[in-house]
């Protein structure tokens, strides 16, 4: 799980609803969710034992602040103790919208799907408030930290990042839709981000699967 606007409620649902073992993690850095197991030494047999009494378990080394870095199991290990491993691979800042640096995301080689969440909160409002590294957006498309974060324009800079391989998401979802209005929002930005990806120069980067689902 990439992006921005609720990666970790999205990855506690997707944990509740999902069938069989699944495990929580992360290649960055979070707090540790909420009403399940946590597991902190890093052992493969710790893991399996908390997975004997909960279908779900987090699993993460201890961190500065009460904070969660990456198991010193790999996500491939991980694999073979669960049916699943969700990882949120990436940081926001709290922001509903973001720009990719070059050291981002920090998706695993053996990521099977890569799931990247755009905030519909943030449209609408100025770039500089909403949109974690502002300056990046910036400086690639050529606007201002004061302009609008549209939905085009956030598609536009998705676009931006998918076509030259700084993402490269199956899926992506619009997260944060309470409210026909950002309903609205979130429709404009597909709309156009599907429009942009369709022409000839998208390039090698663009995804398997592309789809934007909304999600109250």
């Excluded at 969700?86 to 919208?97: F, Q, S, T």
């Excluded at 156009?192 to 592309?210: F, I, N």
Aim: aromatic share 2%.
């Amino acid at each position: 799980m990439v992006g921005s606007g609720g990666k970790t409620s999205l990855l506690a649902r997707l944990a509740r609803e999902l069938p069989g073992s699944v495990i929580l993690t992360t290649s960055t850095h979070i707090l540790p969710f909420d009403n399940m197991p946590l597991v902190t030494d890093g052992d493969a047999r710790s893991v399996e034992e908390a997975l004997k009494s909960s279908r779900v378990v987090c699993v993460g080394s201890p961190e500065r602040e009460g904070k969660l870095a990456a198991p010193s199991l790999s996500a491939a290990e991980l694999a073979r103790l669960a049916d699943y491993v969700l990882v949120e691979a990436d940081g926001a800042h709290g922001r509903p919208l973001k720009a990719h640096a070059d050291w981002e995301p920090n998706v695993p080689a053996t990521t099977r799907t890569t799931i990247l969440l755009v905030g519909a909160s943030g449209f609408g409002r100025r770039i500089a408030e909403v949109v974690h590294r502002p300056q990046l957006i910036c400086e690639r498309l050529g606007v201002d930290g004061g302009d609008v974060a549209t939905p085009e324009l956030m598609a536009r800079h998705l676009a931006w990042e998918m076509k030259r391989g700084v993402v490269t998401p199956d899926v992506v979802l619009v997260n944060q839709c309470d409210g026909e209005g950002r309903r609205d929002e979130a429709a404009r930005f597909g709309e156009e981000l599907a429009r942009l990806l369709s022409v000839a120069d998208a390039g090698a980067h663009t995804p398997r699967v592309m789809g934007v689902s909304l999600l109250g």
